[in-house]
């Protein structure tokens, strides 16, 4: 499917599941569609499973917006205890729209829990008493997390989500690679032909032997990531200057989102430190994933990076915010930087890199090589140290839903293909009026 029919799927109030490989421009699609309800003056409240995905969004995590914390369901008896909170029962009733990000890692219990939460604030039995859903994600990427005994269930599994009528949009054009051999090693592992993604890999990797510029290295564990980071920054000889990140509004929440985001509460530079911009900034030249060097400091210590591209930014702090009722509950500020001789896997998920050194030797769940590949541009930016047998593989139960999931979006195409313009903009119209715009 396109983005211009996702987009009036959208528009048309149908509980939607966006999904696609990475790149096909899920996320650009739904900061349109809060562009538009903001401007009809509807209120959106985002969400996402983790929260670096929250912060991605400029939202917050799904745990915390519906009260359901570090919990994976509710009885009744909960339910009622969890909405006796003023703030969240004010939260809930007004919001019309609930974006949830990353959909792969909440698990169906949850799904169930947040639509009983709002069933009983709105008080209305509709699936999540009316509020219209709009779940954003790809089942290959990272699964829910598991205790060891119990097997995964992913969210689609879930009562409600059969009850929601949901219009599957399954994106297909890609906009973040024109590798074309990076797209179908990425295809094959998703296909579940892991033989020919390695054998693609390994040849084109071949060229890459002498890959000089590499700024970033993934890792399947913090411990490597860490320990890569700290021992190159006391390489290099010469002044300090620390960052301390700042909080403001309710503490709370604030300390939510200094938890999820990823700027480090206090960052620590030095000239010729590698850095990766951890935040857009279309205007100021860098978006989130951007790499370079710190080639000195400016006026008040702000530091002066050197992008792989050759720009000269002059980087100054940024913020990280939560928004209710478009109005801002707590916020964080600090410098969208953090050290990126390393980074996890698990903290890559959402950007882009040019270029990446990988050891996927240690890869311990499935999907993980598939998204840590599908950071990259392209292959020529690729330095691979070590690669596990598990980094080619998805779930299986992934591939059966995905093979649903495209059946189900050429009927949602179909059918909207039936209708006239006419007709949908009417839709369109009388939504934004049934929804108080």
């Known amino acids: 499917m396109k983005q211009k029919e996702a987009l009036d799927i959208l528009k048309s109030g149908y509980n939607t599941f966006l999904t696609g490989p990475p790149g096909s421009g899920k996320t650009f699609l739904v900061n349109k569609y809060i562009e538009y309800l903001r401007k009809n003056h509807i209120t959106v409240s985002i969400t996402a499973s983790t929260g670096i995905a929250a912060t991605h969004m400029g939202g917050t995590t799904l ?3 519906s009260g359901l914390g ?37 698990k169906a219990s949850q799904f169930e829990a947040v639509n009983k939460i709002c069933q009983y604030i709105k008080r209305n039995l509709r699936p999540f008493g009316g509020i219209q859903i709009i779940c954003s994600g790809d089942f290959f990427q990272l699964p829910p997390v598991e205790k060891e005994d119990k097997k995964i269930e992913f969210v689609n599994e879930s009562d409600i989500w059969k009850k929601m009528e949901m219009k599957i949009c399954y994106l297909d054009e890609q906009h973040r690679t024109k590798d074309k051999k990076l797209h179908k090693i990425l295809n094959h592992i998703r296909e579940n032909e892991p033989e020919k993604s390695r054998q693609l890999l390994f040849n084109a990797h071949k060229k890459n032997k002498d890959l000089k510029r590499v700024l970033t290295k993934l890792y399947t564990h913090n411990i490597d990531v860490d ?10 000889k010469g002044k300090e200057y620390f960052y301390q990140m700042t909080l403001r509004g309710n503490p709370v929440v604030a300390e939510i989102l200094k938890k999820s985001c990823l700027a480090p509460e206090k960052l620590v530079l030095k000239k010729d430190a590698q850095v990766m911009f951890i935040k857009n900034n279309f205007e100021a030249g860098y978006v989130n994933g951007t790499q370079g060097k710190i080639i000195g400091f400016a006026t008040a210590d702000l530091p002066i990076v050197k992008t792989e591209e050759g720009k000269k930014i002059i980087v100054t702090y940024a913020d990280w915010t939560i928004e209710e009722d478009n109005s801002i509950v707590a916020g964080i500020s600090q410098m969208p930087l953090r050290l990126a001789w390393a980074i996890t896997v698990h903290k890559s998920q959402g950007m882009n890199l040019n270029s990446a050194e990988m050891d996927l030797s240690k890869c311990f769940l499935e999907g993980m090589g598939y998204v840590a590949l599908s950071r990259l541009r392209s292959l020529k930016g690729l330095k691979l140290m070590g690669i596990n047998n598990l980094a080619f593989c998805v779930n299986p139960k992934a591939l059966k839903i995905d093979k649903d999931f495209r059946k189900l979006s050429k009927e949602t195409s179909k059918e909207l293909k039936k209708m006239s313009s006419f007709a949908i903009n009417k839709r369109q119209k009388l939504f934004i009026k049934y929804l108080g715009g």
């Open 70 to 106: 570090i919990r994976d369901e509710l009885d009744d008896l909960e339910v009622r205890k969890v909405c006796e909170k003023g703030y969240l029962r004010n939260r809930i009733k007004n919001t019309n729209v609930l974006i949830i990000d990353e959909i792969s890692m909440v």
């Open 227 to 236: 320990s890569i980071n700290y021992s190159e920054l006391a390489k290099i």
């Open 63 to 65: 745990h915390s917006w």
